[in-house]
């Protein structure tokens, strides 16, 4: 970008008498407004045009790197190609213009969309009921381990205080443990990157609440000994929550319900695409097999005899998420995705992802040491751990010489059991050039960390900002207008 | 048109995977498989491949013929005057907010872990902090939450953690739409919740001070609370203030820092977001800056780079379930950071003027039919001291009167019957024209007790 | 390369006894292991601590690590520069980066700790 006033902020940009919109006309008598004291005496926002508003964040925008932009293998985090015709049926007014709190009556279409949805995420699952109530997959996971909560306490169980979880998981995984209560207990990963079953054996007890378990793991890899870990935690009467964080790894490949899992979410936004917005916003279906089905948030849909929609609350329900009913406009871009696909193109999402993280890992592994040497599903877990050690460059490096190919980095030192991790997600949407051309970069950049190290070191070159000093920003924090840094040029 | 599904393909092909089936062999033979299948081997033969029931693949235009007809059904806003508010609210939305917020840098990109390729947003969310402090008065705030309700909840277990307390007081009429959610989120943590009115608890000097004193301003029924009432509230004990607010209200009215709040939490959604059903919303949330260490969410600052050039990052976030997991102050991830965007632009636009004119143009237009309802036989103002939203008071219960509305196009206010009876809340914002309240009060001013 | 002065703790915290008072910090080891140190949360003055439980947090840019008490005894003195200059556990961590002071409860807990070269050898067994 030229223009080398774009970091100027819009505080900064604020001339007195300048307006950015048009006022509706005022068309009734005024009326005594409140006592001064009541008032504030001022609002320092920005007084900035509407063309200048308008060129000033068209131009911020165009220092971010997106999906529609170019490759986005952000392991963990499917960065997948979010289609447009789903934005478009969220912005019907029917859907976009209703508020949340019209009479039943008037928004049984909305209800429809809601009700088929639970239905479709149920069989997908191989589950009994959903609600949609949660807005990400971490409020899911705490509406999920409320629920087991709930159903210890209901019958009349209070002793089960404990949550096991492996320690490849999300972070999100103990941090919503502990909302609901649970002290965490972590298990360790075995050697084939599958759940350590001795361990297992060994923590399990009657203190026992249940295990949260993200089946493809973080480490991209389906647990082979799934079976055994469902048959040692049910034997002693605890309940398995699936995070579905990776569910596009097994659609219509597997159902978590009939393998033994009694609650699966799906973080709606990344399996079912929803524009990701620079983080957010999202929506967190969970999903339930028949003896958590009256634990579930309010609301659910349902529907009556008569075909009539209602928002229901399920009998124990462990209460509300949210002051309505759930991100309904994610919802329908949910819908929309899984009806435009149907079931062949569903049931193509798992197979293309896999075939496509499985070539990354083959064309790789001689390039980037592979922890895991193993059929992988959706995504690749690398180590840059011989290359720091031969090169002195590591994981961080590499990621941000890609940046200099145009290409978005991957997932870095995560899982935090893989030391100098590089998690390459490549999602179904990339063809097979885009991989290819992947492949050469990376190959290319481990050529220079020998060559040319400090190339990566330095890295990247042409951004609009190179390195940023985070220890900076985190000692001295400096979050808003009233409190910037001097440019020291 | 018969014969019509000749002209479809044997395979399927997914506009959205772009590898054929040939494409596909080629890299199975690479991986060194035969079948797709052979990837799937880790999954226990007895379950691997279970019939997915679904419908089959729809077309864009098929699917959109479908869903706008479902779409029809709702009573659409618009083509109906609506006076529903009670936590969400219709405003105006000029083009340019959803114009921007389509831009696919922003709408398609990831939350920016990678500072030097997510300037964009990071730049943004601190505008939109900024601008929170600004409408709050407050002097950090963090990039957004879920929602309202969630925000108020997050608010709470702040609090209790700042004191290190469990103890929780709701002062006054607060929303259940929000105290429920408040309950949902501290069902498992221990902390006990009560609820008073402000008087009793100034007058009450005995029990143990709480962690923090929740109220909304204005309360759920749309009366401000007296100003000298809550500084008094403010200075009791130790305890926390935790102001529940909502941004149209914060451009005109003083400032919860008038009198000493030390959490603001509100519903973004009135500032350039769309209804749709309730979310997804953006909770706004600002504290004093003792507390940074204690907030939840993800937080953007400002810094310099290697070649001293300013920039900004992800900051604080050891705070953050991905560092501190279960540790973390919060286990939100997902933010909501386009939602948070559309009311970033949406203030650059409205800017210091337009804030407050369009504040004061809602008060105006809520006092003019406010004051046409009370004089109507049977009906009764319930709400002295309000801004947009109040309360009244029905002579038949509310959802006759809804059903009356609604057959006359009008969606009616929220039933509050739980509150008062035959208590409806009606909130007016500039989307209600003259016309539309008056032909409100016609047809209020035709319903009769029988 | 560890002060030989020092006594050390499996969680590689050093301890530097003078006339009953132990100064406190962590070690070099922790300190590069961790990167910039950003943030340093210390109990009050006067707060009993015992030895190897928790006493405080020390946190990066991009991880947090909790502080465990190589002995037991009452908190006399705390770092207050830490709180504006974290820097200085990066920069020096035997000297200006020292964390508290305590006085010493149990003399016979030092036998649980380490001496440099012990502490040497366990670093360097991966710990």
Known sequence: ?489 | MPGAKKIMVNEYQSTYSPNTPKIKKQMLSDIGVDSYKNLFSDIPEKYRFPELNLPAPTSELDLKNELSKIANKNSTPGDYSSFLGAGAYRHFIPSVVKQITSRSEFMTSYTPYQPEVSQGTLQAHFEFQSMVCELTDMEVANAGMYDGATSAAEAVLMACRVNKKLKVEIVGTVSPLYTDVITTLTQATGIEISYNNIETILQNNNDEAPACYVIQQPNFLGEISDLDQLKLLSNKNNALLIVISEPMFLSMYQTPSYYNADIVVAEGQPFGVSLAYGGPYAGLFACKKDYIRQLPGRIVGETIDSKNKKGYVLTLQTREQHIKRERATSNICTSVGLIALMSTVYMALQGKKGLKYLSELCYHKSHYAAAKINNLPGFELQTNNFFKEFAISCPIPVKEVNEYLHENKIIGGYDISNFIKNGMLLAITEMNSKEEIDNLITLLSQVKPL | MYPENLKYSEEHEWLLENNGIATIGITSFAVESLGDIVFIELPQTGTEITQFSTFGEVESVKAASEIYSPISGKIIEINEKLETEPELLNNSPYEDGWLIKVEISDNSEFKKLMTAKEYESFVNAGS
């Open chain 1, 1 to 489: 970008m030229k223009n080398s006033n774009i970091r100027k902020l819009l505080m900064d940009r604020s001339i007195e008498g300048k307006v950015g919109a048009t006022m509706p006309s005022i068309d009734v008598p005024l009326q005594t407004l409140p006592n001064k004291k009541f008032l504030r005496e001022n609002l320092a926002m920005p007084e900035v045009s509407e063309n200048e508003i308008v060129r000033y964040f068209s131009s911020i925008s165009q220092m971010n790197f997106s999906i529609d932009h170019n490759f986005y293998p952000l392991g963990s985090c499917t960065m997948k190609y979010n289609p447009k015709l789903n934005d478009d049926i969220a912005g019907f007014p029917g859907f976009n213009e209703i508020h949340p709190l019209q009479n039943i009556d008037t928004i049984q279409g909305a209800l429809e969309i809601m009700f088929d949805l639970q239905n479709i995420l149920a069989e997908i699952t191989g589950m009994s009921g959903t609600s949609l109530a949660p807005m990400a997959g971490a409020e899911a996971e705490l509406a999920g381990m409320l629920m087991i909560r709930a159903y210890h306490r209901n019958r009349e169980d209070f002793k089960r205080k404990k949550v096991i979880i492996p320690d490849s998981a999300h972070g999100t995984n103990p941090a919503s443990a502990v909302m609901a209560g649970f002290e965490v207990i972590s298990i360790p990963t075995d050697t084939n990157g599958n759940t350590d079953l001795e361990a297992l054996k060994n923590v399990v007890d009657a203190s026992t609440a249940g295990l949260m378990l993200t089946q493809p793991s973080t480490l991209g890899l389906f647990d082979t000994n799934i079976l055994e870990v469902v048959k040692i935690i049910n034997s002693n009467g605890g309940l398995i929550y699936g995070d579905g964080a990776n569910l596009n790894a097994i659609l219509g490949k597997v159902k978590p319900g009939e393998i033994g899992f009694d609650l699966v979410h799906s973080n709606l936004h990344k399996t079912f695409t929803q524009p990701h917005g620079g983080g957010g916003p999202g929506a967190g279906a969970i999903m339930v097999s028949d003896k958590l089905i009256d634990f579930l948030p309010d609301p659910i849909v349902t529907k009556d005899k008569i075909d009539k929609f209602d928002l229901s609350k399920p009998q124990k329900s462990i209460g509300k998420m949210g002051a309505f009913h759930g991100n309904f406009g994610a919802l329908v871009r949910a819908y929309s995705y899984i009806r435009t696909l149907g079931k062949e193109g569903i049931n193509n999402i798992s197979e293309d992802a896999v075939i496509n993280a499985n070539y990354l890992r083959i064309k790789l592994k001689d390039t980037l040491d592979l922890p895991y040497d193993r059929i992988c599903s959706h995504e690749v877990v690398f180590s840059a751990k011989t290359i720091k050690e031969k090169y002195g460059v590591n994981a961080l490096d590499i990621a941000k010489r890609l940046i200099d190919y145009d290409i978005h980095p991957p997932t870095m030192y995560f899982p935090l059991i893989v030391e100098e991790a590089l998690l390459v997600e490549p999602t179904e949407t990339e063809s097979k050039e885009t991989l290819d051309e992947f492949i050469e970069t990376v190959k290319t950049i481990c050529e220079e960390a020998k060559t040319n190290p400090n190339l990566l070191h330095n890295a990247p070159h042409n951004t609009p900002n190179t390195r940023l000093n985070e220890a900076l920003a985190a000692r001295n924090p400096k979050l808003n207008w009233r409190n910037t840094i001097e440019e020291a040029n």
